[in-house]
């Protein structure tokens, strides 16, 4: 049982904007900032938003991040069917003393 | 250009131990601006972080493994390890390697990994 809660899917036809949600706690969200991995099918988790709203170089400005209070958010838009993928948000986890993910979302391009 | 992979053996029976390594390349173990972890996921489930080492052996470790987990480095190598004892079905996975980095604000990401390594635990 994750302590970040994800919904299992989500969906959205080309060039429209979707979102995915996060929601933690006090002690993780509410504390720390928040990454978001996307994995493509049958390859490695790659960081799409790190600091909660910051992208990494080549990551395309489709993809944005925020957070508020004990949640968080990613939005894509412009959806493209290569978006189709599972995505994950992690935050620093006190008790772990190391990094949480979600349950991941997967996202499907009708 | 900074690479990682995982290598080790594929199958593994009940109470065994796991071992696997990950050789780094295009890159340093020894640099000081990052730790290097474990991650794991079982099929068709969410991703669960194992552990994380800095190059000087410093560790944390997912308290939830039941210290059944170890992580080492070899700076000579260029390689980090991963050992989990006493396997069950339960630990069937592909095994990630990682590496994270401290941005200049927030908290730490996993910015490089592995292709990862699938682990099946069975009799």
């Known amino acids: 049982q994750s302590v970040l809660t994800q919904p299992p899917s989500a969906s959205g036809t080309p060039g429209q904007r979707v979102t995915i949600s996060c929601s933690g706690s006090?002690?993780?969200?509410?504390?720390?900032?928040v990454n978001w991995y996307q994995q493509l099918p049958g390859t490695a988790p790659k960081v799409l938003i790190y600091s909660s709203d910051q992208r990494p170089l080549g990551v395309p400005d489709r993809f944005s991040g925020s957070k508020s209070g004990n949640s968080a958010s990613l939005a894509i838009s412009g959806l493209q069917s290569e978006d189709e993928a599972v995505y994950y948000c992690?935050?620093?986890?006190?008790?772990?003393?190391?990094?949480?993910f979600g349950g991941g979302t997967k996202l499907t391009v009708l | 250009h900074l690479q990682l992979q995982e290598s080790g053996p594929g199958l593994l029976k009940p109470s065994e131990t796991l071992s696997l390594t990950c050789t780094v390349s295009?890159?340093?173990?020894?640099?000081?601006?990052?730790?290097w972890g474990w991650i794991r996921q079982p099929p068709g489930k969410a991703l669960q972080w194992l552990g994380s080492i800095y190059y000087s052996g410093s560790t944390d470790y997912n308290p939830s493994l039941n210290r059944r987990v170890t992580i080492s480095v070899d700076t000579s190598k260029n390689q980090l390890s991963l050992k989990l004892s006493s396997v069950t079905a339960a630990d069937t996975a592909v095994y990630y390697c990682?590496?994270?980095?401290?941005?200049?604000?927030?908290?730490?990401?996993?910015?490089?990994w592995g292709q990862g390594n699938l682990v099946t635990v069975s009799s």
């Open positions: 295009g890159a340093s173990i020894s640099s000081t601006s990052y730790y």
């Open positions: 990682a590496r994270r980095l401290y941005p200049d604000l927030g908290a730490p990401y996993f910015d490089h």
């Open positions: 992690a935050v620093w986890d006190d008790s772990l003393k190391g990094p949480a």
């Open positions: 006090s002690s993780t969200i509410g504390s720390y900032t």
